[in-house]
């Protein structure tokens, strides 16, 4: 133990000259006891700052490192989240002007395709008249000609009527021919 009969020696005529002197000596505060007490307190808060809050405040300081590189990361994923949507909004404008890109054009073809098969249809209906006006023609013309030979077969057998005489095939052939001319 420390000698404490120098120490009060010393701190007696400072603790008596002062009225915080009449509060030590009324709560009993021994100098020897309490200069132990801040020695002993020293030495463990050395201790513990090397041993316990030491460890502890590099632990500490650790977790806030993670955190930091986990907000970092955050940050960097907000990012790029915001990044990507950007990029798929674009991608799905791209493809949304593809479509309406790719409708109009399929109207126009679908446009184009009905002109030109109406086109073809009005072609094919010309094709058609014409072909019934040949066949009127041709049948007009058949009939004409049957008619020709109807009529000039009555005038010959008129004419054989008239004249009383038998016609030959040739003199028939004969009429016809003149009838047919004057018809």
Known sequence: MIPTAPLQAFAAPL???????EIVSKFGLATDKFLAQVLIFLAVYFILNKFAFGPILGMLE????????GEAKLEKIARDLEQAQQNAQAVLDKAN???ARLIQEAGDSAKALAEK??????HEANQIVAKAREAAQREQEQ???QLKREFGRLVADAT???????LTSEDQSRINQETAAKI
């Open 97 to 99: 002007q593809d479509a």
């Open 15 to 21: 603790l008596a000259a002062n009225p915080a002197a």
């Open 143 to 145: 009939i004409l000609a």
């Open 117 to 122: 098969r109406q086109q073809d249809a009005v």
């Open 160 to 166: 054989s009527k008239v004249t009383g005489k038998v």
């Open 62 to 69: 650790q977790r806030r490192a993670r955190i930091a590189d």
